[in-house]
């Protein structure tokens, strides 16, 4: 059978000149549609043709050319466009070169029946008519004899000079790239029964440059996804789809509309599975996924690989048995998508686990990381499998020892009163299989870092009092810290509870230290809030915390309703010490350089203040959202703080109370000096 071939080699013919490599070489757009005058020239040898091809007596019309996808055709189908010109039909496309004077911006478009001549403004525009006409000509001939033949070898030998042809063209547009891309996922559709592994991994390895730039189509996406399951062990599959697999999930926005994008990043996961050194390759893939720099420079990355993680978890554990195949993907797409039955395999569903703890591994991933796993996105059935919880201790440990907030209170859970991994892997809980070591980790970051003590205990206090006790009792350290704050702060609500508790402590040696202590405490606030002492107390401004400290040394203070530090050198250290009197109604810190950090402890013990002076102190806007727990507040000042119209505006919602807001100086720009409310 003989077959019509186009191939590399007939390039020189349909381009009309030798093809070289593109660098350095000037660049095209392609041209769609555009102005331009011309010319038929027939090539009859009479004398009335003759004459009528006399540069003097030749016609020139003015067009609005089209390059569509099969034909050259003009908005005016009249005089010597009449008809369209197939590109089929056209011999030779080349500039002219030797020209009358005038006219040297002309190309010729060599017809079995004559010539069009083209008239360009300049030798630029001439020039890129002159490729796209190529290009066009070329890609509507690979397309024609690849679209007719279904023979592996031709389509081999074809799809390679089409995307050869594609590499060296001079002209850039998307179509360039896309219009190869969708020829191919034509041809795979038509014979993807009739082409081998040896022709698919050639057909791979000569598509794979287009795709580092170029979104793969869904025919071309289940097309590697077989390749995928077939030959899992192919080097086609490591050193072809990484770039492809890493374009995908630097750039996918939704895989729900593309899920035959996320079936291949599944299959080529499961491929990596299937290597004898897998965990090295899998190590690999994720640091070729992140890139080199400290920090990963495409956000999507990420959150489109775990959500494809999840997903193949969630599907080993869609039903009890682990049998029922997911039915994510249409009908009509289920013949290229993953054969979902693997996903109910352990072995494979751990792989997935494997990729969540080696994005735990990158400092940059990890805040992300946290936030997507909240609320618990496992099912319920899977806190119960004792595989899974180990492999997620790794992450969560990551999470519980991390040192940024954001990261380590991701534990508690998404709100109060919802359970979190905190209550997951408590001594009680489903995943606890280390008699609540990791408990402890979490517990201890959460009370001596940035969680608010007392609002974090209220919070938990209901629900992990039990588990808290039973390993106070058995000696944990910051079990017994957590029962004594507990009591310290007034948190439990039944008398038993706190019997409980004081038994606890004495049953211990350290409990005991602890309770002792406490006590003494007790006593010397009882002694400091006995009443007593002076109803207003302002101190010199070279005054510290340490003044502070002995000042509530000496004496009651029970009578004291306010306190002026204003212009004093106190930090938010002293707030530690302020929060023994939690009756005080006016504070003034202006000019301190009292921070977050003590602001937070004020909101948190001092309920019952009045009127709160910061002007001019080094509180944030993140600090200042916590006065809305200050709902006894008449007078504010925050002026001179970086104070935003957001939460200004929270505030005025969240205090009642509140007559006289002082933001001068400040973000809030409606409010502008001290305000009043009604």
């Given at each position: 059978m003989k077959v019509d071939t186009f191939h590399y080699s007939s390039l020189q013919n349909i381009y009309g000149f030798p093809i070289t490599n593109n660098n350095g070489v000037l660049k095209y757009k392609l041209v769609h549609e555009g102005s331009i005058q011309l010319c038929r020239i027939s090539h009859t040898s009479t004398v009335v043709y003759k004459i009528l091809n006399m540069k003097f007596l030749r016609r020139w019309e003015a067009h609005q050319l089209v390059l569509g996808d099969s034909t050259l055709y003009s908005r005016t189908p009249e005089g010597h466009m009449e008809c369209p010109i197939p590109y089929c039909s056209i011999h030779d496309i080349h500039a002219l070169t030797r020209w009358e004077a005038g006219q040297n911006c002309c190309l010729r478009v060599v017809l079995h029946t004559g010539s069009l001549l083209l008239q360009a403004s300049n030798v630029y525009v001439r020039d890129q008519w002159l490729h796209s006409l190529q290009w066009k000509r070329a890609i509507h001939r690979y397309r024609k004899l690849l679209c007719s033949t279904n023979i592996p070898e031709v389509i081999t030998m074809e799809v390679q000079a089409m995307i050869d042809m594609t590499m060296i063209t001079c002209v850039q547009d998307q179509m360039v790239c896309q219009v190869p891309l969708e020829i191919v996922s034509d041809i795979l559709s038509q014979n993807g029964d009739v082409l081998d592994s040896v022709v698919h991994s050639d057909i791979i390895t000569t598509v794979a440059p287009l795709l580092e730039n170029n979104q793969p189509s869904p025919e071309i996406c289940a097309f590697f996804s077989k390749h995928c399951r077939n030959s899992p062990r192919s080097t086609v599959v490591l050193a072809m789809f990484t770039p492809v697999i890493y374009r995908i999930l630097k750039h996918n926005m939704d895989f729900g509309k593309n899920p035959r994008l996320q079936a291949f990043v599944r299959d080529f996961i499961l491929a990596l599975h299937s290597k004898d050194n897998k965990d090295e390759g899998f190590i690999d893939f994720i640091d070729y996924m992140h890139g080199p720099s400290s920090e990963c420079p495409h956000p999507r990355v990420l959150p489109n690989l775990v959500a494809i993680c999840l997903a193949s978890v969630a599907t080993y554990f869609q039903d009890s048995n682990c049998f029922r195949v997911r039915a994510d993907i249409n009908n009509e797409e289920s013949d290229s998508s993953t054969d979902e039955s693997v996903l109910h395999d352990e072995d494979v569903m751990m792989t997935f686990l494997?990729?969540?703890?080696?994005?735990?591994?990158?400092?940059?991933?990890?805040?992300?990381?946290?936030?997507?796993?909240?609320p618990i996105p496992f099912p319920k059935i899977a806190l119960y499998h004792r595989k899974l919880t180990t492999s997620l201790k790794y992450i969560i440990r990551r999470f519980a020892e991390d040192p940024r907030c954001e990261v380590h209170t991701a534990v508690c859970g998404v709100r109060d009163g919802k359970p979190g991994w905190l209550d997951i892997f408590c001594p009680s809980g489903p995943a606890c299989d280390d008699e609540g070591e990791l408990f402890?980790?979490?517990?201890?970051?959460?009370?001596?870092?940035?969680?608010?003590?007392?609002?974090?205990?209220?919070?938990?206090?209901?629900?992990?009092?039990?588990?808290?006790?039973?390993?106070?009792?058995?000696?944990?350290?910051?079990?017994?810290?957590?029962?004594?704050?507990?009591?310290?702060?007034?948190?439990?609500?039944?008398?038993?509870?706190?019997v409980q508790v004081i038994q606890v402590l004495k049953s211990t040696e350290e409990g005991r230290i602890m309770y002792d202590a406490l006590c003494e405490r007790q006593l010397v606030l009882q002694q400091l809030r006995e009443k007593g002492g002076p109803k207003s107390l302002s101190l010199p401004s070279k005054s510290t915390d340490?003044?502070?400290?002995?000042?509530?040394?000496?004496?009651?203070?029970?009578?004291?309703?306010?306190?002026?530090?204003?212009?004093?050198?106190?930090?938010?250290?002293?707030?530690?010490?302020?929060i023994k009197l939690p009756n005080l109604k006016h504070l003034n810190l202006w000019s301190t350089q009292f921070g977050d950090e003590g602001l937070e402890l004020i909101t948190e013990h001092m309920l019952e203040l009045m009127s709160l002076n910061l002007c001019e102190t080094q509180v944030t806007d993140q600090g200042l959202r916590n006065l809305s727990d200050l709902k006894k507040l008449i007078h504010l000042n925050m002026n001179s703080t970086p104070l935003t119209t957001r939460t200004c505006r929270l505030l005025q919602k969240t205090l009642p109370n509140l007559v006289s807001m002082d933001t001068r100086y400040t973000e809030v720009l409606d409010i502008g000096e001290e305000a009043s409310f009604c």
């Open positions: 494997r990729m969540l703890q080696l994005t735990a591994d990158y400092d940059d991933w990890v805040p992300a990381l946290s936030g997507m796993l909240l402890s980790t979490m517990l201890q970051k959460l009370i001596s870092c940035c969680c608010r003590r007392r609002r974090f205990l209220m919070s938990v206090t209901p629900r992990l009092f039990e588990p808290v006790v039973q390993l106070a009792k058995v000696g944990n350290k910051t079990c017994l810290e957590v029962v004594c704050s507990m009591l310290e702060l007034d948190i439990l609500l039944k008398p038993e509870q706190e340490a003044d502070v400290a002995r000042l509530f040394s000496n004496g009651p203070l029970g009578n004291l309703e306010s306190l002026n530090l204003a212009f004093t050198h106190v930090t938010s250290q002293c707030a530690k010490i302020l």
